[in-house]
């Protein structure tokens, strides 16, 4: 798991399971890559989200602390594997995630989140904070 996997599955666990910490994850998005670029990462975090609940093939789990579900785990895959062009093994643990008619949607929707890991070191310390 690296500092990366880390900050997104922070997010992507704010926007998955709202409460006080969906806010918070807001705002640090807003401060950090900026408010455009924010805004966009938070759209995209919240439509993979909320397509995950509605057409997961498994009920999704949020987790607590450092280890990520098995959901959230496959989520990392997907979206890491985007970053680094490896569609094949974006499309397999999107697969796992949800039926393959459902496998392009959640690719394009998480398109986006590929900036968590194309960000510059001393960004990734400042969107931590």
Known sequence: MTQDDLLLLHHLRAHACGGTCLEASKKSLSQDPGRAAGRVLSWSL???????A?????????????????QEARTLVMIRSLAQYNRQAAENAALWLVSRKEVTTLLERAAPLTAFYSASPSDRRAAQA
């Not at 919240?46 to 995950?52: D, E, K, N, Q």
């Not at 509605?54 to 579900?69: A, E, I, N």
């Open 46 to 52: 919240g439509r993979v989200a909320s397509h995950l």
């Open 54 to 70: 509605k057409f997961g093939r498994r009920s999704w789990r949020c987790g607590d602390g450092l280890v990520p579900t098995p």
